[in-house]
């Protein structure tokens, strides 16, 4: 499912100050169907903000938002309708875990959309089975679970709504660099085995290169480059560096090895498994020239 932004404003109103502060400038985007795009940029750059607009949880103050086609837009009140093919796990999801068991947990969604109990137990098992848990954390409490534990029923949660598109705001925040890898890899096959959309909002720059096909780069709320990995790590890092954010280690690594020689490595992608065979072999055939 495509899902894309027209001229997206967003202002936000302090009552304590009685301010308006434009969030968002401008933006507009489309987001493939079936594509994994990643969010970067500064804290404070509109990410989050970004991400409720994409959901229809708040409605631009000017602009619009359609997903294969359609128009996301206010109920017959005037309040944001929160669009149902789009699912969006907030950041530090574990805190929003209430029920008892991680079965209530996962079944509290589609109980209020009047499932069937039977429905709701068959999903269970397969989407607690999708973010690489075991059917016997089913009847355990959330609260007990360790952090990725946590994080991963809070993304399962969201899954057994059956979104075309899930947006993730920094879902692997303060974890382990094994746990981040694991929920990333279980999203990732998630959106290989349906063809969804994934949106990830993240500053981890070496897990953008593993999994985006594309980039979206966000500055003081308005919207930089969409462009694929490779060509913006590559050839805009003076402009992501004035921005504050960093590069990935393995476009660092082919950058400093084209400084050392003088040769730019032809790689298919800035995944490690594509980078680093080809670093190897022009280090192997330099090493020979030495000798």
């Known amino acids: 499912m495509e899902l894309a932004l027209e001229h997206i404003q967003y ?20 987001i493939p169907s079936g594509a994994w795009v990643s969010i970067i940029g500064q804290t404070g750059s509109g990410k989050s903000t970004l991400a409720k607009v994409m959901q229809g949880l708040l409605w631009p103050t000017v602009g619009q938002n ?52 039977d429905a709701i137990v068959n999903k269970a098992q397969q989407v607690i089975d999708l973010v690489g848990l075991d059917a016997s954390y089913l009847e355990k409490s959330p609260l007990h679970l360790s952090g990725g534990e946590k994080r991963r029923v809070a993304i399962a949660s969201v899954l057994m709504l059956e979104p ?3 947006i993730l ?27 969804h959309t994934v949106i990830l909002i993240t500053h981890q720059m070496n897990d953008v290169v593993e999994y985006a096909d594309e980039v979206i780069v ?40 084209e400084k050392v020689t003088g040769q730019r ?3 298919a992608s800035l995944k490690e498994l594509d980078v680093m065979p080809q670093v190897l072999t022009l280090l192997k055939g330099r090493r020979y020239q030495y000798d």
């Open 11 to 30: 202002d936000y109103y302090s009552p304590a100050t009685r301010e308006v502060k434009q969030v968002l400038t401008d933006i507009s985007c489309t």
């Open 66 to 117: 359609t997903t294969d086609g359609k128009l996301i837009k206010p109920n017959k009140k005037g309040k944001p309708t929160i669009s149902p093919d789009v699912g969006l796990v907030f950041q530090y999801p574990e805190h929003q875990l209430f029920e008892t068991t991680v079965l209530k947990e996962l079944a509290f969604g589609p109980r209020n959309r009047g499932w069937h109990k």
């Open 164 to 166: 075309k598109i899930l």
């Open 169 to 195: 705001d920094e879902p692997t925040a303060g974890l382990d660099p094994l746990g981040r890898q694991s929920i990333l890899q279980n999203i990732e096959e998630w959106r290989r085995q349906g063809n």
């Open 218 to 257: 966000l500055h003081k709320g308005k919207l930089q480059f969409q462009m694929n990995p490779m060509s913006l790590f590559l050839d805009k890092r003076e402009e992501l560096q004035s921005m504050g954010l960093d590069i990935p280690d393995t476009a660092k690594l082919l950058l400093t090895i």
């Open 265 to 267: 490595i032809q790689v």
